[in-house]
């Protein structure tokens, strides 16, 4: 088992910046790689973005392209995803997830194994 939990949510005002961390507890000794969705109100989880278990992958939705990044310390555990540039419309619930496909980045819900409770991140026009 793994547990996730992130932090680093809030409220901050259009074109603002927060980083997102996620910190992974238990079975730390396996490779998974990580990802980042996020569901605001009314809508579907949507992917954000994802990396591998190297560090050397990375991919992003097209709607963050340019604007997020997903990067990894894996001595500590932890995933990040700094966001810059913040527009309300990327107002939602973030979740960090890991999957057992640790060398290909994934985007697909489906495909991660594990989840956490999720960060609020509110940005106000």
């Known amino acids: 088992q793994v547990q996730l939990v992130e932090s680093g949510g809030g409220l901050v005002q259009a074109g603002g910046s927060l980083r997102l961390s996620c910190a992974a507890s238990?079975?730390?000794?396996?490779?998974?790689?990580m990802g980042w969705f996020r569901q605001a109100p009314g809508k579907e989880r949507e992917f954000v973005a994802a990396?591998?278990?190297?560090?050397?992958?990375?991919y992003y939705a097209d709607s963050v392209k340019g604007r997020f990044t997903i990067s990894r310390d894996n001595a500590k555990n932890t995933v990040y995803l700094q966001m810059n540039s913040l527009k309300p419309e990327d107002t939602a619930v973030y979740y960090c997830?890991?999957?057992?496909?640790?060398?290909?980045?994934?985007?697909?819900?489906?495909?991660?194994?594990?989840w956490g409770q999720g960060t609020q991140v509110t940005v106000s026009s």
């Open positions: 990396i591998t278990w190297s560090g050397g992958s990375t």
């Open positions: 238990g079975r730390t000794d396996k490779r998974f790689g």
């Open positions: 997830a890991a999957t057992f496909y640790s060398g290909y980045v994934r985007s697909q819900a489906f495909d991660y194994d594990y």
